[in-house]
């Protein structure tokens, strides 16, 4: 039994994780940002993707991706924050 109930929750495990790497994949040719870059959050009624400073929301159906909603400016900026180090216009050692 125990048997059984893993392999299905593996299955589908395996299911979404697959499906949410295409939908990154997608949004990454959708939006022109870099794959690494695209976070993408699953939703009740699909995928939500954000990158670039952009987002769009997804379904999975049949085995393909769908954008469905347009391309805009993302509600928040899910980018990571810049090390203490890593300064914008700033030399490598984080002095002008």
């Known amino acids: 039994?125990?048997?059984?109930?893993?392999?299905?929750a593996s299955a589908l495990l395996v299911g979404c994780t697959f499906a949410t790497t295409q939908?990154?994949?997608r949004a990454a040719i959708d939006i022109g940002c870099p794959e690494d870059e695209i976070?993408?959050?699953?939703?009740?009624p699909g995928y939500l993707a954000r990158?670039?400073?952009?987002?769009?929301?997804?379904v999975f159906r049949d085995g393909r991706v769908?954008?469905?909603s347009e391309i805009k400016k993302a509600t928040i900026d899910e980018r990571p924050p810049l090390p203490i180090d890593r300064?914008?216009?700033?030399?490598?050692?984080?002095?002008?």
């Open 51 to 58: 990158g670039c400073r952009k987002e769009a929301g997804y």
């Open 23 to 25: 939908v990154r994949e």
């Open 39 to 44: 976070v993408v959050h699953e939703l009740p």
């Open 66 to 68: 769908t954008r469905e």
């Open 1 to 8: 039994m125990r048997a059984g109930v893993a392999a299905v």
């Open 87 to 96: 300064i914008p216009d700033t030399s490598s050692m984080g002095v002008d």
